[in-house]
């Protein structure tokens, strides 16, 4: 079975960190696009950062600075790097990617998402 499994969210106070992770399971060997989206109790779902496969970056305006999204091929892992976090940050993070394996082609991932949580 192929899936993206998350972890690193948490309790952080404000202008704190964290380093949200996320890896492929099963059959594949890079990922292709990815992102991370969030969703705040009460809103919407959004797209916080993105990458293409080709290394193109987009980050929402709130996040831009502050955040950082990353992979590393030879793990099939992608990271989000969140530095001077802030309360309106608490959400759930999801994880997204497009992965691609020999045995499965191309296919569309989400991960299971993951509890950040911005207070004193």
């Known amino acids: 079975q192929v899936r993206l499994v998350e972890s690193g969210g948490g309790w952080v106070q404000p202008g704190g960190s964290l380093r949200l992770s996320c890896a492929a399971s099963g059959s594949i060997s890079m990922f292709l696009d990815m992102d991370w989206h969030r969703q705040a109790p009460g809103k919407q779902r959004e797209v916080v950062a993105s990458?293409?496969?080709?290394?193109?970056?987009y980050y929402e305006d709130s996040v831009k600075g502050r955040f950082t999204i990353s992979k590393d091929n030879t793990k099939t892992t992608m990271y989000l790097q969140m530095d001077n976090l802030k309360p309106d940050d608490t959400a759930v993070y999801y994880c997204g990617a497009t992965g691609y394996g020999r045995t499965v082609g191309s296919v569309k991932l989400w991960g299971q998402g993951t509890s950040v949580m911005v207070t004193t």
């Open positions: 990458m293409t496969s080709t290394g193109d970056t």
